[in-house]
């Protein structure tokens, strides 16, 4: 089975940007759709931006206009470039398939947005 394994995480300040990447290890170029999912203090993992095999995205409304997804199928390669971080983006963020997270969950990257 495929692997994940998410980086690019850290601690920045409120207004700062990371880059985050999601490593496969095996091809995901037949995978429709791929997202990054956050899971924050006591709460749910949830989806946060999704890109298809065709180049389609999807945000959720909080990080719309700020987050950036894309992928490199080539590389077997997911990013999320996140912009004007805010202290609510703090979060462990992970990658896998959307809308259904069927290969393993990876360790994760942490982000801490600072105020």
């Known amino acids: 089975q495929v692997q994940l394994v998410e980086s690019g995480g850290g601690l920045v300040q409120a207004g700062g940007s990371l880059r985050l990447s999601c490593a496969a290890s095996?091809?995901?170029?037949?995978?429709?759709?791929m997202g990054w999912y956050r899971q924050g203090p006591g709460k749910q993992r949830n989806l946060v931006a999704s890109?298809?095999?065709?180049?389609?995205?999807y945000y959720i409304a909080s990080v719309k206009g700020r987050f950036t997804i894309s992928r490199d199928n080539a590389k077997n390669l997911v990013y999320l470039q996140m912009n004007s971080l805010k202290p609510e983006d703090t979060a462990v963020y992970y990658c896998n398939e959307e809308p259904w997270p069927t290969l393993a969950w990876g360790q994760g990257t942490q982000v801490t947005v600072s105020s």
């Open positions: 890109v298809t095999s065709g180049g389609n995205t």
């Open positions: 095996g091809s995901i170029a037949e995978i429709n759709a």
